[in-house]
Nanobody, 123 residues
């Protein structure tokens, strides 16, 4: 059974940190990413890791603050969120796909999604 389960969200003050986790099961994924969606806004790609070689990409808005990583032994992908800002407030989703192709930030190319974990940053 294909399943992605996120955890680690919460409420932090401006400048705080969180670490999100996504445990994957049921398949070998080529690519795993984190997306976020704030109320009234479109879902946007935050970061991605290609699980074979470890290549990563980030949205410009989070470069230098967020770090995506993986632990293959635990089938887990992490997103370390540092220097959080109020504009980072959103529901964060883990996503995965089994084939490459398409822009990493295009949510339409991802087949599997987690249920989401809320991140709230207060000013």
């Amino acid at each position: 059974q294909v399943q992605l389960v996120e955890s680690g969200g919460g409420s932090v003050p401006n400048g705080g940190s969180l670490r999100l986790s996504c445990v994957a099961s049921g398949y070998t994924y080529n690519c795993m990413g984190w997306f976020r969606q704030a109320p009234g806004k479109e879902r946007e790609g935050v970061a991605v890791i290609y699980t074979g070689g470890g290549t990563t990409y980030y949205a410009d808005s989070v470069k230098g603050r967020f770090i995506i990583s993986q632990d293959n032994a635990k089938n887990t992908v992490y997103l370390q969120l540092n220097s959080l800002k109020p504009e980072d407030t959103a529901m964060y989703y883990c996503a995965a796909k089994t084939k490459g192709g398409g822009r990493w930030s295009d949510s339409r190319t991802y087949t599997y999604w987690g249920q989401g974990t809320q991140v709230t940053v207060s000013s």
